[in-house]
């Protein structure tokens, strides 16, 4: 059975238990409006029709009762050919006990074929068996009346004609039955692909996240740019001053003079290396090519003071191998590095442990370089291990982050061909691992 086929058994259990119980009450309610019929043709007989009639109405409306139960919906099939069977008994019995071949209620016959045929949902082979019960009824109803088939002709049209009837009820159930499969097919149909483009939109969805948040970076990255290269100018010159300074001999015979402007040089040669290093990160010329050969050392350096604030009584360990040459991009790179290690530094400050580390430890495998940032802090659920990556996805409080930093730093480092993954054990570290590629030759 093929899967539309089986969706198709599957929804039409579901309109037949419907049409089932809407086609048996009406059924009943023919049955009962031909009292008119046979007071009108078979006065003489209406006290004995009306039992037949009272009679298939009450085994009628039995069988409407058991299609609300759990068994008459598994035998929906069963049931609804039941029902159908009994006016036609019914209407067979009045034959034989009325006018034989001759009753002109073997038109009922005909009407029930294709009522049948046209509306009721069952399958082709259902409608060729009700066809043939059809036929025998008629056929029975002949043979035991008095004048059995004396009038053969009568017979053999008669059934000729319900033959005829019978086949073009089960030509219309076919025809119906491959409109039922071809329907419900195209709702499945539907369906998945509803399925299907819910899941494509929430993935551009994610990407337009991402692309927003890129975007965001690249402005601040160029105004930054611009704010950095005017800070620079007047460090350069105070520098100059310093150097000059610390040559006069003012400052060669006054000790505290000497101590001041050293200490006023290296504050500057501190403001001139953050300067260099958001000018890193912050700014990328546009056309060059993004895949360099630069130091990850170096990257890690520059992270480590960019997040200097939010790492202040954070103990950091850093373990590399002696050549850290990866291949990528430089600023992006150190993007991922400052995210991975303010997330660090959040989780520290919540666990609030003894002594707060962060562990950074790289080496080289094979012609990949992987690097893993660890830290002692609160680890991470394991319910929310699968989602840290998602974007907007966050554990923080409400205005406290947007939860794009990892997906965006994820993106980042699959846009170099790697993979960046997160284990923990909750309640005592997280690492956070990626892989770069390293220069061939």
Not at 95 to 105: C, E, L, R
Request: net charge neutral; glycine share 8%; charged share 15%.
């Amino acid at each position: 059975m093929t899967e539309s086929t089986a969706h198709y058994h599957a929804n039409l259990t579901d309109f037949r238990v419907a049409y089932s119980r809407v086609g048996c009450l009406t059924s009943i309610a023919l049955v009962f409006a031909g009292l008119g019929l046979d007071y009108t043709i078979y006065p003489e007989r209406i006290v004995e029709f009306s039992i037949y009639r009272l009679v298939t109405i009450l085994l009628s409306g039995l069988v409407f009762a058991a299609l609300f139960t759990a068994p008459g919906r598994h035998y929906v099939r069963l049931l609804t050919m039941l029902w159908l069977a009994l006016p036609q008994v019914m209407i067979g019995v009045m034959i034989a006990v009325s006018d034989g071949a001759n009753s002109i209620y073997f038109v009922g016959l005909h009407l029930a074929l294709y009522a049948v045929g046209i509306i009721l949902p069952i399958t082709f082979f259902e409608g060729i068996g009700f066809g043939l019960l059809t036929v025998l009824t008629y056929l029975a109803a002949c043979w035991f009346h008095p004048d059995g088939f004396s009038d053969s002709q009568a017979v053999a049209g008669k059934s000729l004609f319900i033959l005829f009837s019978a086949f073009a009820s089960a030509v219309c159930t076919w025809f119906n039955e491959r409109a039922r499969l071809r329907l419900f097919s195209l709702q499945h149909e539907v369906s998945e692909k509803n399925e299907i483009l819910q899941k494509v939109n929430a993935a551009l969805a994610d990407v337009k996240g991402q692309l927003i948040q890129r975007e965001k970076m690249a402005a601040l990255g160029t105004l930054a740019a611009g704010l950095l290269h005017e800070v620079n100018n007047p460090v350069n010159y105070s520098l100059m001053a310093i150097n000059m300074a610390l040559m006069d001999k003012a400052a060669a015979q006054s000790a505290d003079l000497k101590e001041s402007l050293t200490d006023a040089r290296e504050g500057m040669q501190r403001i001139q290396s953050i300067v260099s290093d958001l000018k890193i990160f912050a700014y990328q010329k546009p056309g060059v090519d993004t895949q360099r050969i630069f130091l990850l050392e170096k990257s890690i350096q520059s992270a480590l003071r960019l997040t200097s604030f939010e790492l202040k009584n954070i103990r950091t360990e850093v373990t590399l191998t002696r050549d850290t040459h990866v291949l990528g991009d430089e600023p992006a790179i150190i993007g991922v590095l400052i995210n991975l290690f303010s997330n660090a530094a959040l989780a520290l400050v919540k666990a609030a442990p003894a002594q707060p580390t962060i562990s950074i430890s790289g080496a080289r495998h094979d012609d990949r370089f992987r690097l893993g940032v660890r830290d002692n802090g609160t680890g991470i659920a394991p319910e929310h291990i699968g989602r840290v990556l998602e974007p907007f996805f966050t554990t923080r409080d409400v205005g406290a982050g947007l939860g794009l930093g990892l997906s965006v730093s994820y993106g980042v480092i699959q846009r170099h061909g790697g993979l960046l993954a997160a284990t923990s054990e909750f309640g005592a570290w997280t690492e956070f691992s990626f892989d770069l590629a390293v220069p061939q030759g």
